[in-house]
Every structure is written in structure tokens, then in C-alpha cells.
């Protein structure tokens, strides 16, 4: 069922997939990769989960999708960490959750913010990471011409805050040299899986700043919760789920399995795959008061 919060600069949409019945069922907060809409990953995680008896709230990010918010479509960790913190108040808020069972699931660049949030949130107890793209400065370094984006993004930044224009590029291209990501993909570009008509396929250039200069690596030590990580070797940058996982201060699992990042998006075995473990570390981890 469609559902609407508040969070800390706009209103936030969301569905939430609710196994039923009387008694409250442990909840988990579901999102999906950088630029994403909840349709195009995050809503398949969350029915999912449902279909395993937890209350899944999967949303658009301020600034996203039916979301409120301005400047839209700006990729901001820290803007996205404070509405995954009020989707938990809205989901532990209800009565047919279960407020002390609350889990968190990010898939891709959103286990970035879903581990940034567990690390200051007690009311998350257990934390699942499917695909995940965890980096640190060397990470984006191998993956990126930081000085090159840096600098297009302080002009970018200049100009919106001069202007209150937002200069964008594509996220996805295989022609623009600028886009966040210059190469055809088929899941984005695909109108069968992920090139929705609610995705508008653009990136903030100003955003890039904060984007590579987050750092997910060094919040492991500061997250003693229960984590799965599920994560393949053809899958995106490897080495970076294995720094965090190496760093981890609680209770931790490792799944390798096969497919390449795209596969866990939406591709059959690798969603079954993810969905089995996660839904297998929640029981174990969010056990009754």
C-alpha cells in the first residue's frame, strides 16, 4: 500500500508490503542503487520480504520519484541517510510493526547509507547488503577521474547556488563522456527492467563531491549489529565489501554467490539468492524481546 512521511526537508512516498494478520511483524527499511526509484529494485526486495513475514517499507529518497524535495535528483549521502532515519521512526511508528525488530536492507550504493544510518541508530538491530558498493578515497580513485568530477562538480555546485540552476548529465550513456556511468547498461537503459518512465536517467553534477569523498569503508568498526553481505566476484568492486567486512565490529556473514551487479536488481537466481540469506539473517537476528 502507498504511504507518506515526513522527513527533515520534504515528504517522502513509499510502499509498504505488509505480510497481514493481527499481531505486530518485524519491519525492514528497504533501498535501492544511486539515482534509483523505488520501482526499479527496491519495491521486487521488499514484497519479497513480506513474503516471509516482515513489514518492508521500500521509498523514494528526497528529492526522488513521487518524493518531495528540491534540488531533484541529487545523489547526497547525507541527505539520504536522514530519510532512511525517518523511514525507521515512520515503520517502528505503527502499530503492526514491531518496534524493537527493526532491519535495514540497501542494495548497491544504498548499503553505503543504509550502514552509515545502523552505525547512529540503535532502533536498527540487523543489516543486510545485497551488491553492495561500499567505497573509500582509493576505491573511487580506481573507478573515477576524481580531480576531473571534483572540479566539475564546484562549478556545477557555483552555479546552482548563484542561478538556482541544477546542471545534469546522464546517469547512464554509452555517448556522453560526463555521464555518472558512460556505458550502456541494459538494466537502465532496458524499458523491461529498469528504464521506467519514473527514472528520469539524470545525474547532479554538484553531487559528485560528496559522492566520492563519502567514505563507507571507515563505518565498519562503528557497526556492532548483525550484517550479511551478499555480493558476487563479477560483481561491482569486490575488494570494497571485503574492507568493510573485514572491519565490522559485530556479528558478520559473508555470501558469495554468482552474477554480475545487475543480475541482483532483478535477474533470477541471483534476487532469490539475496532474498533467501536476507531473509534467513532477519530471522536469526531479529528474534522476539
Not at 550504493?109 to 552509515?116: P, V
Not at 572540479?151 to 541544477?166: I, K, N, P, Q, S
Not at 554480475?260 to 540469506?277: G, I, N, S
Amino acid at each position: 500500500m502507498k504511504v507518506a512521511f515526513a522527513s527533515d526537508e520534504a515528504a517522502l512516498t513509499g510502499n509498504l508490503f505488509h505480510p497481514g494478520g493481527d499481531a505486530p511483524v518485524p519491519g525492514v527499511v528497504v533501498a535501492g542503487t544511486w539515482t534509483s526509484v523505488k520501482e526499479q529494485m527496491a519495491d521486487r526486495y521488499a514484497e519479497r520480504l513480506a513474503g516471509r513475514g516482515y513489514a518492508a517499507l521500500s521509498f523514494d529518497f528526497a528529492g526522488y520519484g513521487e518524493s518531495g524535495g528540491d534540488p531533484r535528483d541529487v545523489e547526497s549521502p547525507e541527505r539520504k541517510i536522514r530519510d532512511i532515519r525517518n523511514a525507521v521512526t515512520y515503520l517502528a511508528g505503527r502499530p503492526d510493526v514491531d518496534a524493537g525488530r527493526i532491519g535495514a536492507l540497501g542494495v548497491c550504493a544504498a548499503a553505503m547509507y543504509m550502514s552509515a544510518n545502523a552505525a547512529a541508530d540503535p532502533r536498527v538491530r540487523s543489516l543486510a547488503l545485497v551488491a553492495p558498493w561500499l567505497h573509500d578515497g582509493e576505491i573511487c580513485r580506481e573507478n573515477y577521474d576524481v580531480d576531473a568530477r571534483l572540479a566539475e562538480a564546484a562549478l556545477a555546485r557555483a552555479r546552482w547556488e548563484e542561478t538556482g540552476e541544477v546542471e545534469y548529465v546522464p546517469v547512464v550513456s554509452g555517448s556522453d563522456p560526463r555521464a555518472a556511468m558512460p556505458f550502456d547498461i541494459d538494466f537502465y537503459l532496458n524499458p523491461g527492467r529498469g528504464g521506467i518512465p519514473q527514472w528520469p536517467n539524470r545525474f547532479a553534477v554538484m553531487a559528485w563531491k560528496e559522492w566520492l569523498e563519502f567514505d563507507s569503508v571507515a563505518l565498519a568498526p562503528r557497526i556492532d549489529v548483525p550484517v550479511l553481505l551478499v555480493h558476487s566476484e563479477d560483481a561491482a568492486i569486490p575488494d570494497g565489501a571485503r574492507r568493510f567486512h573485514a572491519g565490522l565490529a559485530g556479528p558478520k556473514e559473508f555470501v558469495w554467490t554468482t552474477g554480475v551487479q545487475f543480475d541482483f536488481y532483478d535477474r533470477e537466481p541471483a534476487v532469490t539468492t539475496a532474498v533467501d540469506a536476507a531473509a534467513g539473517h532477519f530471522t536469526a537476528t531479529l528474534e522476539p524481546s
